[in-house]
């Protein structure tokens, strides 16, 4: 027992100054939100698709060791990317780019939120741009 609650804190590091806890398989955990480490993986388009791709993904991709499965995975919300944004240095291949969220403008159905990861502007745009992915899933 002493061994397993050793490994637990080796592998799933807190990282105080910014709340997250790294696990050491291709995941970062803030709170109960797990977050894919890899930033860039899933790579930049449109909105339709960013809400579909990460549907997808599951252990063994993008460097997943976590045995999450096809269907754990999803968009975050605009104020999930907050969340991330506040612990952007936790993560690898982090681009200066714009980041989908799941949630559409209430104004406007045609328009989702999105983040910019250099410099935490959050604005809307049209669904048909393409913007970066960034998935997660709700811990366990």
């Known amino acids: 027992m002493k061994k397993l609650a050793i490994g637990m804190m ?7 100054l910014s709340g997250a806890a790294w696990c050491g398989d291709g995941t970062v955990k803030l709170g109960t939100l797990v977050v894919l480490e890899d930033a860039g993986c899933m790579g930049f388009m449109d909105w339709d698709a960013a809400m579909a791709r990460p549907n997808g993904l599951g252990h ?16 975050p919300t605009i104020e999930e990317l907050r969340s991330i944004y506040s612990a952007k240095s936790q993560f690898k291949n ?20 999105m983040m910019d990861m250099e410099n935490g502007y959050v604005g809307k745009d049209l669904k048909h741009f393409r913007r970066e992915v960034w998935p997660v899933r709700t811990g366990q």
């Not at 982090?94 to 939120?113: D, G, I, K, M």
């Open 60 to 75: 063994g991709q993008c460097g997943l060791k976590d045995r999450s499965m096809p269907g754990d995975w999803r968009l």
């Open 94 to 113: 982090v681009q200066p780019l714009a980041y989908w969220s799941s949630t559409t403008w209430e104004r406007r159905n045609t328009l989702a939120w």
């Open 10 to 16: 080796v592998v799933c590091s807190l990282m105080a």
